[in-house]
């Protein structure tokens, strides 16, 4: 086996690696006792740690997609979190 080859099969191993720690949360959010800033909401999960992206979804607008490291944190700990900024959440998926 070649240097390239080797180090394509690092780099493999190494992208396989991360896939295995990230997940997507799938999140149902709605209004809690005030009006939803969806903006604020999503800098905010964006913000806690392990999170690398969030984003309401088009077709379903109280779904929020969240990308995490699964190390880092878990989808119950990202309900938690919501919550506490004052909006009703419950895990849809992971």
């Known amino acids: 086996m070649g240097i390239?080859?080797?180090s394509e099969t690092s780099?493999?191993?190494q992208t396989e690696a991360v896939n295995a720690q990230t997940c997507m949360a799938i999140i149902w959010v709605q209004n809690g006792s005030r009006e939803l800033d969806k903006d604020a909401l999503i800098d905010s999960?964006?913000?806690m740690p392990g999170v690398s992206?969030?984003?309401f979804t088009r077709e379903k607008p109280?779904?929020?997609m969240i990308d995490?490291?699964?190390q880092e944190t878990k989808a119950v700990r990202?309900?938690?979190s919501i919550s506490n900024l004052g909006a009703y959440a419950?895990?849809?998926g992971c």
């Open 4 to 6: 390239q080859q080797l």
């Open 11 to 13: 780099q493999s191993a």
């Open 45 to 47: 999960v964006e913000a």
């Open 53 to 55: 992206n969030a984003k």
């Open 62 to 64: 109280a779904i929020l």
């Open 68 to 70: 995490y490291c699964r």
């Open 78 to 80: 990202l309900v938690e």
């Open 90 to 92: 419950r895990i849809v």
